[in-house]
């Protein structure tokens, strides 16, 4: 079961280098073993709007949870104590202590093209290692 960061959906919603690897991963994986937090969903909504890509994210919901079987996850307030301490441990910023936590508690593999991730225990793995490549 994987948590897919924010930077792995923006990778191939906008067309860049690492696409093409994002595409095989999607095509390879099942959807009902994805998860995304609201975080990034929430995100993507943003980052799509300012874009002028309002209907790419009405096709990316439908394509993720009309489609698809992507689950969403997110972070109960009460644990955003442990965010804050999350990010001061890790030296990480409050998206990818929230998305690291996410993983954490849903007990996921975190896919990420993040390095960050790397000052972690867990880790990630990029959308090729899962493919083995």
């Known amino acids: 079961m994987y948590l897919l960061d924010t930077n792995v959906w923006l990778e191939r919603l906008l067309d ?6 994002v595409e095989e991963f999607l095509s390879s994986v099942p959807s009902e073993r994805l998860f995304i937090t609201d975080f990034s969903l929430h995100s993507i909504g943003v ?14 919901v439908e394509d993720l949870f009309i489609d698809g079987a992507v689950t969403v996850i997110a972070l109960d307030p009460a644990r955003l104590r442990l965010l804050a301490r999350t990010m ?8 990818n202590a929230y998305q690291y936590l996410a993983a954490v508690e849903h007990n996921l593999v975190l896919v990420s093209f993040d390095g960050d991730f790397e ?6 793995i990029s959308p090729a290692e899962v493919l083995g490549r």
């Not at 860049?16 to 690897?21: H, Q």
């Not at 980052?47 to 990316?60: E, H, K, M, N, V």
């Open 119 to 124: 000052r972690t225990p867990g880790g990630r």
């Open 88 to 95: 001061e441990l890790y030296l990480l910023d409050f998206d």
């Open 16 to 21: 860049r280098d690492r696409s093409g690897e």
């Open 47 to 60: 980052i799509l709007g300012r874009l002028g890509g309002t209907p790419a994210f009405c096709d990316f």
